[in-house]
């Protein structure tokens, strides 16, 4: 069964740090694009980051952009989200994604893991 | 930044079509994805390329896209289908590739 799972989240201080893992299974991972989106509660979907399927190109949303990284063992079929300087916005649902194989379209989704931001 | 605009609710009886649009600028030369969310639970691709679906989808989904609108239309309507709908694109005008959601639509069935 294709698959992705993802854990990492907690409640964390503002200015604190975080590292989600999405672990993928059922398919070759090494060969499909991958990406991150949030939902804070009660809002609509925000994408976050993306990396290529060799990890060698990676973009981010403006509102990440250098305090998140995104990056990727295929080795482990594994994504990664390591996230710094976190502020109370940034509380939501976070899921990974997967990029379809002949489509940019986002064809298989993880549970989500909720990540709150307060003091 | 690139911006996709949909109604925030659409009803409709059950049986009935339900059209749930996305506008954005010159939409029509973008592929768009259409995505739909229940209460708790992660999206679900429903419609991709605008038009294309995939398997396990019904059929009663389908979608298009032209000018400066997208349009997922739902028929033959049914209680299950009460659900957010997002759209999404790709858009490549600022210095890096940007994936855009929509503001997401609920649709409500009477």
């Known amino acids: 069964e294709v698959q992705l799972v993802e854990s990492g989240g907690g409640l964390v201080q503002p200015g604190g740090s975080l590292r989600l893992s999405c672990a993928a299974s059922?398919?070759?991972?090494?060969?499909?694009?991958m990406n991150w989106v949030r939902q804070a509660p009660g809002k609509g979907l925000e994408w976050v980051s993306y990396?290529?399927?060799?990890?060698?190109?990676?973009y981010y949303a403006d509102s990440v952009k250098g305090r998140f990284t995104i990056s990727r063992d295929n080795a482990k079929n594994s994504l990664y989200l390591q996230m710094n300087t976190l502020r109370a916005e940034d509380t939501a649902v976070y899921y990974c994604?997967?990029?379809?194989?002949?489509?940019?379209?986002?064809?298989?989704w993880g549970q989500g893991t909720m990540v709150t931001v307060s003091s | 930044s690139y911006v996709l605009t949909q109604p925030p609710s659409v009803s409709v009886a059950p049986g009935q079509t339900a059209r749930i649009t996305c506008g954005g600028n010159?939409?029509?030369?973008?592929?768009v994805h259409w995505y739909q969310q229940k209460p708790g639970q992660a999206p679900v691709l429903v419609v991709y390329?605008?038009?294309d679906r995939p398997s396990g989808i019904p059929e009663r989904f389908s979608g298009s896209n032209s000018g400066n609108t997208a349009t997922l239309t739902i028929s033959r309507v049914e209680a299950g289908d009460e659900a957010d709908y997002y759209c999404?694109?790709?858009?490549?005008?600022?210095?890096?590739?940007?994936?855009?959601f929509g503001g997401g639509t609920k649709l409500t069935v009477l």
């Open positions: 059922g398919f070759t991972f090494s060969s499909y694009e």
């Open positions: 010159n939409i029509g030369s973008k592929s």
């Open positions: 994604a997967r990029e379809g194989a002949a489509s940019d379209a986002f064809d298989i």
């Open positions: 999404q694109v790709w858009d490549s005008s600022s210095d890096h590739p940007y994936v855009v």
């Open positions: 990396i290529s399927s060799s990890g060698s190109t990676i």
């Open positions: 390329d605008d038009s």
